[in-house]
């Protein structure tokens, strides 16, 4: 210890101290703790019980200013060893760019069912734990479903956090062969967890509603037009064109619930969100098909997810206001005529409403949190797999 400084001295006689007491206790440099138990060499049995449950036990390592201590360390090689096989997918139109972080191999392949196939060949040796991949709109599609029916676990990250992510780790250069990498990096970073797996008609469901949305456009479009034009030909076909969507409307409503129907699951489902006074059959597929997994979730998830959680803003001693952002758009627009309907006929959500205008709130606020309480409502009913009833609801 001769050549050791002040400080290191002084870390190393704590780290002895430390290490002299751990002895007595029957510990070793070997010993590792998984949830609180000691698990290590064959002098200690499982299940032995060690000093301090809630910490990782020390092993022989370097600090940060390289000196020999006891400092603590990550000792689970399951859960290491799972986050090892994770593996990140760069989606574009025609390719996957593939990353295996366990042994930092890359491949290429074609985006199709052929190229799934060789992707499935190439990870099938290896004990995968999990695919990251972001959202890409039409084209992730594929691959979702093809994993579904091999029933391999993924994540669909947000593009915007997986960049962030990107920039963050120093990674400023964005190519199909970085983005795979920092995929697989993020899934073992922020252990992200699988979703479920969706059911089969989920995306034949969102299809429909996507050009559900779109007539809907067409229609605010065609009547805005028509409300101020003169020419007698023009206006003719304005109003037959507002004929004929609403005829696609009514289509396209009942095909949805008809497919809907179909799943046993989902029809279910679909009985309790309509329980709710304000819901409809409508706005309850939606709610379903926006957010398959609603009913999994506690109150703060469901309500960050939809974007109705505010956000607060505050640095020292400046104190902004909280807003609400982030979250599924499609699922906000959905809710916000139910909720002005529950505000009228819903006795809870009334008195919410009444509640927040007295006490000086912005009646837009009163009706955004009567948006979040109506949404946290359904999450409770469809966890508890109960109807909505008047004094339980």
């Not at 190393?12 to 000691?38: C, E, N």
Request: with cysteine.
């Amino acid at each position: 210890m001769a050549n050791l400084t002040p400080i290191g001295l002084r870390r190393s006689l704590l780290s002895y101290d430390f290490w002299w007491f751990l002895r007595q206790k029957g510990a070793t440099a070997r010993h590792v703790i998984y949830d609180g138990q000691w698990r290590g060499s064959d002098r200690s049995p499982l299940g032995h019980r060690g000093p301090f449950p809630s910490v990782v036990a020390p092993v022989l390592s370097y600090d940060l200013n390289g000196y020999l201590g006891f400092g603590p360390a990550r000792q689970d090689k399951v859960r290491k060893r799972q986050m090892n096989y994770i593996i990140g997918i760069d989606i574009s139109k025609d390719t996957l760019d593939v990353h295996r972080l366990a042994d930092g191999q890359h491949m290429q392949v074609l985006n199709g069912i052929r190229g799934f196939a060789e992707l499935f060949r190439w990870i099938e040796p290896h004990p995968t734990a999990l695919i990251i991949f972001e959202a890409t709109g039409p084209y992730h599609r594929q691959l979702e479903q093809a994993l579904c029916v091999k029933g391999i676990p993924f994540v669909k990250v947000n593009p915007k956090q997986a960049r962030r992510f990107a920039q963050a780790s120093g990674k400023l250069a964005k190519t199909d062969r970085v983005d795979c990498e920092m995929f697989a990096k993020m899934g073992t970073a922020l252990q992200l967890m699988p979703k479920p797996i969706s059911a089969e008609n989920l995306y034949d469901l969102r299809d429909l509603l996507a050009a559900r949305r779109a007539l809907i456009k067409d229609r605010t479009a065609a009547k805005a037009r028509n409300a101020t034009v003169t020419h007698a030909l023009v206006k003719r076909q304005l109003e037959k064109r507002l004929r004929q969507i609403k005829c696609d409307i009514a289509k396209i409503d009942a095909a949805i619930l008809e497919m809907a129907r179909q799943d046993l699951c989902m029809t279910e489902r679909l009985d309790i969100l309509s329980s709710i006074p304000g819901v409809g059959v409508t706005t309850a597929l939606i709610i379903l098909v926006e957010r398959p997994e609603i009913g999994e979730l506690d109150g703060k998830q469901v309500a960050s997810l939809a974007g109705l959680a505010p956000m607060s803003q505050s640095s020292g001693k400046w104190q902004g206001k909280a807003r609400i952002q982030g979250g599924r758009p499609n699922l906000r627009h959905a809710i916000f005529m139910p909720a002005l309907v529950a505000i009228r006929f819903n006795a809870d959500l009334k008195a919410k409403y009444d509640q927040l205008v007295a006490a000086g709130k912005e009646k837009k606020v009163a009706i955004t949190a009567v948006m979040r309480k109506l949404l946290v409502l359904a999450n409770a009913l469809l966890r508890d797999q109960r109807m909505w009833s008047e004094n339980q609801g």
